[in-house]
């Protein structure tokens, strides 16, 4: 006969049932209330009008976090054909068109119903800068009808503007920054190194710089609880292209019709215009009188003496502060890790020389014979970069060398600590998603509170939790326990 099981008895049996109906309520509850919601997303859109060239960014980030702290991400970019919008200056309303192509894929990446709530920004860098100095009426101009044109976008567009240098170079060093998750937990902070057509910025913390000996070069932020006295300096006319108008103005000071530049390949021979090359505030005023209309450049691939043509556009004769870095500009001492982008990524990514772990004097032979390589090979070997572009690196080389070592007082020892970088988590490095944080309030002046526990581990507690008051309750109800028959049994 089988024997009946004392388990078997309608109140343990009631007492299971009711009590594993309770964990499992207990858990759904638990976890559908907490669940984080279906992914929504809010946009930001940014307009780098740069001296070379425009770019659009898309930023997103996850909608359903208090305010708006979740990760900011740039989902697309994408480059706007042509020159950058302060070249539109005798045809204003081209300027405006041009923005629309890059616009039109803005509307198609930024889902419909995110459209009107959508900010869209405009900063314009040193090329609108440059002609802000030169006609402050075409560049008036020029912003009318980049504005007329983002006005008509479905998107709710916040207004066109120039930035100072001293916002680009803060925005791109909070970039860098809030990419890498430094700010939030409080790291030591990567300084940022950024090369313009037109201006270069640096910008980094050192711990003897609190700003009141160049008070101008100071940006105190209070972000995520933590203060920073960050030091930046924008160097107006010291972006490659500007730079490189300030070595040929030098080598056609004395107005001849040929120059013979060692910063260019031998067997590059390009006829050019004085008033073209002279066209700018950074060469204007050495202009050599009675110039011919052209000068005939020839290359010459001689890297020393690009060097020393390189350097001679640096000013190191006075300092009125402890230390400066150069043309009288007062810089602390360099301290910490930097990221170097825009142009300092693009130049040294092409000439294979972003490993910063490469000996200087390794990089100075590379671009020795690099310099010296004939303009035909050179273009031989590289048949789909741009012509423009593939003359120039050569003397770009030099210059971001001269830069950064002459310049800025980077050594042997410190060069190392600089990164040449592109994107950070798919982001890229530059002032754009900077400038939106700041101005959508995303980066809080205090560290959010934050639920103690993740998600995940919520749930397993209360998981773990209830099971455990079941078996108690259960233990609990001993008394009631039918007893077990202990008698051995009889067959
Ligand atoms: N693929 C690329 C894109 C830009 N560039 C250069 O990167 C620089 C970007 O400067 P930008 O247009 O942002 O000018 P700024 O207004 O920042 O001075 C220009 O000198 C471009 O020629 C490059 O060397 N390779
Ligand atoms: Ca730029």
């Known amino acids: 006969m089988k024997e009946k099981n004392p388990w078997h008895t309608p109140v343990t049996i009631i007492i299971t049932v009711i009590g594993v109906i309770a964990i499992v309520a207990l858990v759904t509850v638990a976890v559908l ?27 997103e980030w996850p909608a359903e976090k208090d305010n708006n702290t979740g990760r900011v991400e740039q989902t697309h970019s994408c480059k706007v054909k042509g020159p950058g919008i302060s070249s539109y200056a005798s045809a204003p309303s081209r300027a405006g068109e041009s923005l629309r192509d890059c616009m039109q ?36 101009v020029v912003f009318h009808a980049v504005e007329e044109a983002l006005q008509k976008s479905p998107f709710s567009f916040q207004g066109a503007r120039i930035l100072s240098g001293q916002e680009e170079g803060a925005f791109g060093w909070v970039t860098v920054n809030y990419l890498d998750d430094r700010l939030k937990q409080g790291l030591e902070t990567t300084g940022a190194l950024d090369l313009g057509g037109a201006s270069t910025q640096i910008s980094f913390v050192s711990d003897n710089f609190d700003g009141s000996e160049s008070p101008e070069n100071a940006v105190a932020f209070r972000l995520y609880g933590n203060d920073y006295n960050l030091y930046t300096h924008s160097f107006l006319c010291y972006g490659k292209d500007q730079a490189l108008r300030m070595v040929l103005a030098q080598q056609t000071q004395s107005g001849p019709g040929t120059i013979l530049d060692p910063c260019f390949h031998p067997g590059y021979n390009e006829t050019k215009n004085y008033s073209v090359l002279y066209d700018s505030p950074c060469v204007s005023d050495r202009k050599p009188q009675g110039a ?48 170097a982008f825009s142009a300092y990524y693009f130049v040294m990514n092409f000439l294979n020389l972003t490993d910063t772990s490469i000996p200087l004097d390794t990089v100075r032979k590379k671009l020795t014979s690099y310099c010296s390589t004939p303009w035909d090979q050179i273009k031989q070997q590289h048949p789909d970069v741009k012509v423009k572009y593939l003359a120039e690196y050569c003397f770009s080389g030099t210059y971001i060398l001269t830069l950064l070592t002459e310049g800025y007082n980077f050594t042997s020892e410190s060069y190392p600590n ?11 490095a530059g002032w754009t998603l900077g400038y939106m944080l700041n101005l959508t309030n995303m980066i809080p002046a205090e560290a959010p ?43």
Request: with cysteine.
């Open 33 to 59: 209330q907490n669940r984080p919601l279906a992914q929504k997303y809010k946009y930001g859109i940014v307009l780098d009008a740069g001296s070379s060239h425009t770019a659009l960014y898309i930023y």
């Open 105 to 140: 894929e803005a509307k198609l990446r930024v889902p419909g119903k995110r459209h009107l709530e959508t900010p869209l920004y405009l900063g314009a860098t040193a090329g609108m800068r440059l002609l802000n100095i030169e006609n402050s009426s075409a560049s008036d």
């Open 292 to 339: 011919p209309a052209t000068f005939t450049h020839l290359g010459k691939g001689n890297f020393s003496q690009c060097l020393d043509v390189v350097k001679s556009i640096f000013n190191f004769t006075y300092c009125r502060y402890s230390q400066c870095s150069f043309n009288g500009v007062f810089q602390p001492l360099l301290q910490g890790p930097f990221g």
């Open 418 to 428: 600089i990164k040449f970088i592109k994107k950070i988590k798919g982001s890229d």
């Open 449 to 491: 509170d934050s639920p103690p526990l993740p998600h995940a581990g919520y749930v397993s507690i209360v998981t773990v939790i209830a099971i455990l008051l079941f078996v108690l309750f259960i233990l609990s109800l001993r008394p009631l326990w039918p007893r077990c028959s202990k008698q051995p049994q009889i067959i």
